[in-house]
């Protein structure tokens, strides 16, 4: 009985250890990103205030992504939201935002369909493919980079970097967490062909 007991205790010791090392490996992976001259960074949408303004969250990506067109990183900014519970459509917000930083509005493409992650990545894919666009920048909290790069994949865009915001809060370990839990599910879920043809995007 105690050997049993105390080989339950190892398993559940080793199973905590393991789930420790793999939320961290996600974390190190989003820290580590670096960005690269791109052709689009993609911007993914976050909470709107019922204002009609970014949240905190959300300014800090709009903020980053200002940061990499200036420095000419970014050749142009695709903003990618959906409908969220303040009734904006974040890809709006976050263009009208753009537009105050003075961003050219020939260089900011918006997708209003981005309601996911997935989403984002397969609008972002047709969109590259239309307008001949090869270098993808992604710019999302450093947490979300990792389900990111495997979404833009699967969407079929291959020369990819990431950037994000430094911006920091206490939701990020919950948000950590949710990752853990959204990766391997992203990496089992294969995109349907209806998941491929959006609609078309605002431009």
């Known amino acids: 009985m105690k050997s049993a007991v105390r080989n339950c205790r190892r398993s559940i010791l080793f199973l905590c250890v393991a789930a420790a090392l793999y939320v961290a490996a996600i974390v ?9 001259v791109s052709d689009l960074a993609v911007v993914l949408g976050n909470e709107v205030l019922a204002n009609g303004r970014p949240a905190a969250r959300l ?49 900011v493409l918006i ?9 984002t990545a397969f609008n972002a894919a047709a969109l590259a493919q239309a307008k001949h666009f090869s270098r993808i920048l992604i ?30 809060e206490p939701f990020d370990l919950l948000a950590t967490l949710r990752e853990a839990v959204a990766l391997p599910v992203y990496f089992a879920k294969m995109p349907s062909k209806e ?9």
């Not at 998941?195 to 431009?203: E, R």
């Open 28 to 36: 190190v992976a989003g820290l580590s990103a670096k960005p690269a």
């Open 139 to 168: 710019v999302t909290q450093y947490y979300h980079i990792p389900r990111c790069l495997l979404a833009f994949r699967k969407a079929g865009l291959l020369v990819l970097s990431a950037d994000y915001p430094r911006y920091w």
């Open 59 to 107: 300014q800090a990506r709009l903020d980053c992504a200002v940061d990499l067109y200036r420095r000419h990183l970014a050749l142009h900014i695709l903003v990618s939201g959906g409908v969220g519970k303040s009734g904006f459509n974040e890809a709006t917000i976050m263009a009208k935002y753009l537009a105050e930083k003075n961003i050219p509005a020939q260089d």
């Open 111 to 119: 997708d209003p369909q981005g309601v996911n992650t997935m989403a």
């Open 195 to 203: 998941s491929m043809h959006k609609i078309p995007l605002v431009l």
